[in-house]
């Protein structure tokens, strides 16, 4: 068994590659972004072009996305949520994250996709990344004009807020 790169647990030729060759069409909108994701993975570059919707086929830079493909290390892909994006929806959002190396270090590509048909075919339409965590501050925040934290006994604006 070939295990497909998306992580669906099927074997490649029973999961992305019939959508990635042609040979279906992608049903799903998650499937569509599993099967861009193994496309990734497999330096299958023209797939990432064709289920680009039209209007962002202009700025799609092919050599970027093929040096990518190349020089990543494909760790998988985890699917965060989907909404909609159902065989009779005409739109629909996956968040996924999709892990790899890049030279050496463990990256995260973290998005919220928005995929529509078009002429009956899924395609990919926008996305969001989204920031690796949220900032959580640790400490209280220190008003401007409360005591400042170091113990200087002035206030915060006046010594290290200032």
């Not at 909609?84 to 998005?111: I, P, S, T």
Request: contains cysteine; charged residues 30%.
């Amino acid at each position: 068994m070939n295990p497909c790169p998306c992580g669906s647990g099927l074997d490649l030729t029973a999961c992305c590659q019939p959508y990635i060759k042609n040979e279906r069409p992608v049903p799903t909108a998650e499937a569509l972004m599993r099967s861009r994701y193994t496309a990734y993975t497999l330096g299958e570059i023209d797939y990432l072009g064709q289920t680009l919707a039209p209007d962002n086929r202009e700025g799609y830079d092919e050599d970027g996305a093929r040096t990518w493909s190349q020089k990543a290390v494909w760790k998988g892909l985890d699917v965060v949520s989907v909404e909609k994006g159902g065989e009779k929806d005409a739109e629909g959002l996956v968040e996924f994250v999709a892990r790899y190396d890049m030279n050496g270090a463990a990256q995260e590509h973290h998005e919220r996709a928005v995929f529509r048909r078009v002429d009956g075919a899924w395609m990919y339409a926008d996305g969001e990344v989204r920031p690796d965590k949220p900032f959580v501050r640790e400490t209280p925040k220190v008003g401007r004009n409360e005591p400042c934290p170091c113990g200087s006994g002035k206030k915060y604006k006046k010594c290290c807020g200032g």
